[in-house]
């Protein structure tokens, strides 16, 4: 697999190094090499690993790769070896989150800042995870009420954990997004998402959590409409998406009331994240806003970026 010689496939894709660096040594160990793809643009722009590296084999043994990491990751969950501790603001929150699973990072953050919630607001995020998000709206707007929704039984009880942890009252239940029990759908102030990224057009991960939370199986708009109709009128819901599937999303929502806002890697650099903001009932017409520059051009963050990431001020639209 040296020089181009063979086609190589996508076998999985992560921003955890962790697991990277594990799933290789499996491969190893078959006797299969693989190769990493996407280091370089993960290092320039997600040093917050946002942005997952693809790891590669042969194709011709792409299938039997795929076989000895979903048994290998299941084997490697069963011995203990599951969550990592990270830190968010600045190192004001810590989040246990699982170490092979589906992991938040500078979205999470961004998503959180995104919100436009006060004191006595109530708001809820749909497809919490292990709850940064939440933890993050949670620590900036201190008396907001914040409830997270995630199908997972034991990501819910990682986030109940960490909310514990961080001092944090906020309430995670395990609910589905498209099915929440009755006793759950009530309306809120504010709701917002992080929805999984990949339609029918995006390479399944092994890892079962992960494959969970990343392909949406063709749903996005259903994950929108969901979010719209939790939220009370004049209300606002937020979404962070892929900025390829803009026209997709647009199409699930309301002609009125959405604000485009993009993510910038870099000064030229086009946006490969958006944020979506929509009031509901509004009559405003769509606004396409200027956005957020992440990064300068040394990689290191933009002074507005790190007053979000680090400092954990709102994203002002």
Known sequence: MRGGEAAVREVLKTNNPVLLDYA???????GIEAIVFDTHTSVIEGSLGILPRRLMVPDAQHSRAETILREGLAEGSAAGVQ??????????IAVHQPESGFRSGLDAVMLAAAVPARAGDTALELGAGAGAASLCLAARVPGCRVTGWEI?????????????????????????????????????DHVFC??????????????????????????????????LKRTVSNGSFTAIIRADRLGEALAALPLAGVRVFPLWPKHGVSAKRLILQVRKGSRAPLETLHGLVLHEADGSYTEAADDILRGGEGLEF
């Open 24 to 30: 290789r040594v499996l491969l190893a160990d078959a």
């Open 83 to 92: 969550e990592t501790e990270d830190r968010f603001l600045g190192g004001r």
């Open 152 to 188: 997972d039984p034991a990501l819910a009880d990682i986030a109940t954990s960490n909310a514990h942890a961080n001092g944090l009252d906020v309430a995670f239940v395990t609910a589905d997004v498209f099915a929440p029990p009755s006793a759950f759908r009530c309306d809120y």
């Open 194 to 227: 992080n929805p999984p990224f990949h339609g029918d057009d995006g390479a399944s991960s092994p890892d079962a959590g992960r494959a969970l939370a990343l392909q949406d199986k063709g749903r996005l708009g259903d994950w929108l409409a969901a979010g």
